[in-house]
């Protein structure tokens, strides 16, 4: 299998900052950008919670595109698929604050949660306290059940992001975003499937062999390698497989509702995303689990992966509602009211 190893870029090295300026200007009724940092266009009210994202760049529109109303604060983007320093995340942290408190969202990648733990350390020195860092992950194919906290962060985080977006935007309380965040986390999980890899937009390596074109699920966001399925698997086998593994990892059984994302890593179509779509649904009808809210998109991709992530989160009438709320961010929004 052939990858793009040459992208429309002018110096590499200014690949991130470049992208940074474009987006922002192409969006500057929500978003702007700060020292680098992409923020709202029109901040909270004063006494309401900021909510603070830093992360790796190369996986669009995570989490520039998470900005906004009804979403989050401030995201930091660091080098491509490397974490900010702690510098970056404190200079967000100041940035988001609006006299209710800071919540950190961290996906559990070691960089980041070590950067973000400085962060928090030099706040502390320069007196602002009132910053809880929550941990995040969900990839049930990087730990097994036994060791949950040791999971990555994946696609799944999007329904995180959605719900506590949600909860600070109505004005709850720096311990109730970081509750909600820990309830979205612990209810959620997700599975990534692919084929071949991509090319790194700096060095131009491939991530993975490029002569490899079965089909593996459990890769990671970083290309992280996954289970080889060889090459004539069929969509609905896939779903299938992938969606029993993720329901017996959260415990799900009849009467159970759940909402159902398929995340496209980069590069997969509209005809295939809908299909294996269909085929999920299916599976989680089969067990008859109800899927109460679905969503189709590039939420969280890995440059231009052929490749997909389903991401099932297990909901209650809190969840939904938070879900339901309206939200306006550059790669993500909804009008609100379910």
């Known amino acids: 299998m052939s990858i793009r190893t040459r992208l429309f870029l002018n110096n590499p090295a200014d690949a991130v900052s470049e992208m940074l300026e474009g987006y922002a200007a192409a ?5 702007r950008l700060s020292g680098g940092m992409v923020v709202r266009a029109t901040p909270k009210p004063q006494g ?13 529109p995570a989490m520039i595109g998470w900005i906004g109303e009804g979403l989050l604060d401030v995201n930091v983007a660091g080098p491509i698929f490397s974490s900010p320093g702690p510098g970056g995340i404190l200079q967000g942290i100041k940035a988001a604050d609006r006299g209710g408190g800071v919540l950190l969202m961290v996906s559990s990648h070691a960089g980041d949660i070590m950067n973000a733990t400085l ?4 706040a502390e020195d320069e007196g602002i306290e009132d910053v809880e860092m929550v ?14 906290t040791e999971r990555r962060g994946g696609a799944g985080l999007f329904f995180v992001w959605k719900t506590v977006g949600a909860m600070a935007e109505r004005g709850g309380s720096l311990q109730d975003c970081a509750r909600i965040a820990r309830k979205t986390r612990d209810r959620t999980r997700s599975l990534s499937t692919a084929m071949g890899t991509v090319a790194h937009p700096v060095s131009g390596q491939p991530l993975g062999d490029p002569e490899d074109t079965s089909v593996a699920v459990g890769m990671g966001v970083h290309g992280e390698a996954g289970a080889r399925l060889g090459e004539e698997v069929q969509a609905d086998e896939i779903s299938e497989l992938m969606l029993a593994r993720l329901v017996e ?3 799900l059984g009849p009467g159970d509702q759940v909402g159902l994302l398929l995340n496209n890593a980069g590069s997969l179509t509209v005809m295939e995303l809908s299909i294996l779509h269909r085929g999920a649904r299916a599976a989680l009808e089969r067990r008859g689990i109800e899927v109460a809210r679905s969503w189709i998109g590039p939420y969280a991709t890995t440059i231009d992966m052929a490749g997909f992530a389903f991401a099932i989160c297990h ?9 339901d709320a309206a939200a306006r961010g550059a790669g993500f929004t909804m009008p609100g009211g379910g």
Request: proline share 4%; no cysteine.
């Open 315 to 323: 909901l209650d009438d809190e969840l939904t509602d938070l879900y």
């Open 48 to 60: 309401h919670v900021g909510l603070v994202i830093g992360n790796g760049s190369g996986h669009e």
């Open 27 to 31: 969006h500057p009724d929500i978003i």
């Open 119 to 122: 962060a928090i350390d030099e």
């Open 135 to 148: 941990v995040l992950y969900d990839d049930v194919a990087s730990a097994p059940k036994g060791r949950i």
């Open 249 to 251: 990892d959260a415990d």
